[in-house]
């Protein structure tokens, strides 16, 4: 079987990629491509196939659970285990690699521009968390770059070996009787929310405002003023602004069809007029085409909305919160219909728990902002719109729905069905995993550091 730490070491890793990277030399210090000894200054400390682990990495995951543990020691083969979870995702790159399993460019630089973004948000500023780490946020994603590829490449591949393993209902209610009944788990209170949201329009003036504002940085560069210098002191795209509002390579549609077009139009070197899209208004400037791909830098502005703007979302909203109100529209079908949020209109606009994906939220995990406008909500009720600010900064008005409100409890079938389901699921994918790691585990060259000679790497019975 594989244990529950191999898939907590890969959430680790996802979870904590910004940290590992600071501690972590590049694969090129390490002398990948060249006949690399262990036991030596670079770290090494196992090997499947051209792959490496690096005492690092381990040592990163150990301090994670030590600090989850809270002060209770660690089971003894606890770095065995998360050894084995790391050579794992290795032996799943090695594979890939004989496979030709990759993630395109355009996957990883989105990725990395959504941590960033993410990271940025948490700790505050662009240029607190360039302080944090002593490094600019350019050099912080080259250093996380190789590792969220190889990230990717291992979901890609586990998704080929155990996308499609599904549960019945039957085989819910068999994991759920094989469960000891002395070790059900006990959740705390557990609510499921609703949202639909609405983002405020922005008006014609703020659009004339932006436009002229990017007619006239235009004429800047055109004038022979620096096309990078620029973007980074205007550009209101976070995720390319720090490099210049360079975006890298893209095939055709993967980008909005506005840039693309707008983009394939040009000459290397060229200037695009003011280009709108759903993110606002573009100067778009073509670097260089490559094939079918293509690569730009470009500088974008966002118009700013008003209070006007904001009321006339709200009454959008009101009008529609009456209707659910007056059961002529459910607010699932109210939210897929007319939410403005994308990752929740598709779920009948219930919040997802990051966790599990169900959509039962712990009370004490839920944004302090809902949890104080749900605290003395009755299940059912509706708030009226409320002013909301979108995680990437526009302004909006939501309404929120409280589903239901589950009291502690004991695990049980009728309460946490979704819950059981999604762990029986795991358990079914994990023997598929199991099944293809038996399969290919012999198919590899493994070498493993003498002082973790007595883990049973690549060993399933582990």
Not at 84 to 109: C, F, G, I, R
């Amino acid at each position: 079987m594989i244990h529950f730490l191999q898939v907590s070491a890969r959430k680790a890793l996802l979870s904590a990629a910004l940290l590992a990277a600071s501690a972590t030399a590049s694969y090129a210090q390490l002398g990948i491509g060249r006949p690399v000894g262990l036991r030596v200054v670079d770290g090494i400390i196992a090997k499947v196939d051209n792959q490496i682990v690096l005492r690092s990495d381990l040592d990163a995951i150990y301090a994670q659970e030590e600090a989850r543990a809270e002060g209770k020691p660690l089971p003894p083969d606890t770095k065995c285990r998360i050894l084995q979870s790391l050579a794992l995702n290795k032996l799943l790159l090695a594979k890939a690699e004989t496979d030709s399993v990759v993630v395109e460019d355009a996957q990883v630089k989105g990725e990395l521009d959504r941590r960033m973004a993410y990271f940025i948000q948490q700790i505050g500023s662009e240029k607190k968390l360039e302080e944090y780490y002593n490094k600019p946020v350019k050099q912080l994603k080259e250093e996380l770059r190789t590792q969220v590829r190889e990230q990717l490449i291992q979901q890609k591949m586990q998704e080929q070996i155990a996308g499609k393993v599904s549960v019945t209902p039957r085989e819910v209610r068999q994991f759920f009787s094989r469960m000891p009944k002395d070790s059900l788990p006990y959740y705390s209170t557990e609510v499921e929310i609703g949202q639909i949201v609405k983002l405020a329009k922005t008006n014609s003036k703020a659009k004339q405002q932006a436009q002229a504002k990017l007619n006239e940085l235009r004429a800047r560069i055109v004038a022979g003023e620096d096309f990078a210098t620029l973007a980074k002191q205007f550009s209101q795209d976070p995720g390319s602004a720090v490099e210049g509002g360079y975006l890298g390579f893209f095939k055709r549609r993967e980008l909005v069809p506005e840039y693309e077009a707008a983009a394939l139009r040009l000459e290397p070197g060229g200037l695009s007029p003011i280009v709108e899209s759903q993110f606002g208004f573009h100067l778009i400037q073509l670097i260089e085409r490559k094939g079918d791909s293509f690569s730009t830098r470009h500088i974008l502005l966002k118009p700013e909305t008003g209070a006007a703007d904001t009321n006339e979302a709200a009454q959008e909203l009101a009008k529609l919160r009456r209707r659910i109100l007056g059961d002529t529209i459910t607010f699932a079908k109210a939210a897929k219909d007319h939410s403005d949020d994308k990752l929740t209109s598709g779920n009948g606009g219930l919040l997802q728990n990051r966790r599990d994906a169900s959509t039962y939220l712990p009370l004490d995990q839920v944004d302090p902002a809902i949890f104080f406008t749900i605290d003395t909500m009755k299940v059912g009720s509706i708030t009226p719109p409320l002013p909301y600010r979108t995680d990437d900064g526009k302004e909006a008005v939501r309404i929120l729905w409280l589903k239901s409100n589950t009291p502690p409890h004991q695990a049980n079938l009728t309460d946490d069905y979704q819950k059981i389901a999604a762990a029986a699921l795991n358990e079914k994918k994990n023997k598929a995993l199991d099944a293809w790691f038996a399969q290919n585990r012999g198919t590899v060259y493994l070498e493993v550091d003498p002082e973790y000679s007595g883990c049973q790497l690549l060993n399933s019975s582990l």
